[in-house]
């Protein structure tokens, strides 16, 4: 299903609230869920938050997947940082030294058990993120078992070098291609600077040299979030034909 691929005398609803799941650690996190109002079964998808934060966005993004017919389930991975508005809670994770990996892939997890376990579930998942969040859907796919397909949106930090790695982040996703998992697609500008074109070279060439399903999807005239409707960087005419495909995508993993 593509945008606006709906039909007039179909029946519409969802759901959106905020809910609690247990993620790493036991503890509980606060996630935003969105799901279709209807028997289902419904494939899910996992939406890690950029590092922005947990914010309006990806609120809206969530529903645009609702919308086509997927469970969305948000974690708040900055939680552990405090609470507040999601730009102040996000600067105290950059201040703290950024939001750790085993963290965020072990509320990642519990996201995923939390939609495999909705009567609703068709059993899929997929793992999706933008900046920060699109290097934690990649590691997810290559870290977490159960991941059925990943959409990476211009994931910066994939490739890293070593002097840039630290204790929240021990490793570059990048070196660990080889344990991927499940299909993917990379959504890239070519005039980002995080990931750059050279970034998105090397992250290719790693998943050709291991024989990985993808397919990389690179505009040009576009830069970093290209998605964001309140940034200068957002490019209507790559949004539009990047959701597209991150839909197709979906599609076409989530729900056999």
């Not at 570059?172 to 080889?178: C, F, K």
């Not at 040009?220 to 957002?234: E, K, L, P, V």
């Amino acid at each position: 299903m593509m945008f606006d691929d709906l039909r007039t005398d179909a029946y519409e609803g969802m759901l959106a609230e905020t809910v609690t799941i247990t993620g790493f650690g036991g503890l509980p996190i606060h996630t935003y869920f969105s799901r279709p109002l209807g028997a289902g079964p419904y494939p899910g998808i996992v939406l890690i938050p950029h590092m922005p934060g947990w914010d309006e966005l990806n609120r809206e993004v969530a529903r645009r997947y609702t919308q086509h017919g997927f469970m969305v389930a948000c974690p708040n991975i900055y939680q552990r940082f405090g609470e507040g508005a999601p730009a102040e809670v996000a600067a105290a994770a950059r201040q703290a030294g950024g939001v750790r990996d085993d963290t965020t892939m072990g509320d990642v997890a519990g996201a995923m058990s939390f939609l495999r376990g909705l009567p609703q579930s068709n059993g899929r998942v997929g793992v999706t993120g933008m900046c920060s969040g699109g290097r934690h859907a990649f590691l997810a796919g290559c870290t977490l078992e159960g991941v059925d397909a990943v959409v990476e949106c211009w994931g910066g930090g994939v490739v890293q070098p070593s002097e840039q790695l630290s204790e929240a982040q021990p490793v570059a996703p990048v070196d660990l291609t080889d344990h991927l998992g499940c299909p993917m697609i990379g959504i890239f500008g070519n005039d980002d600077q995080r990931p750059s074109p050279a970034d998105v070279d090397r992250h290719e060439a790693e998943l050709r040299k291991y024989g990985k399903d993808y397919a990389f999807h690179r505009y040009d005239g576009a830069g970093h979030a290209i998605w964001n409707y309140t940034r200068d960087s957002y490019r209507p005419e790559a949004a539009m034909d990047s959701w597209n495909k991150a839909l197709t995508f979906f599609d076409e993993q989530l729900r056999s």
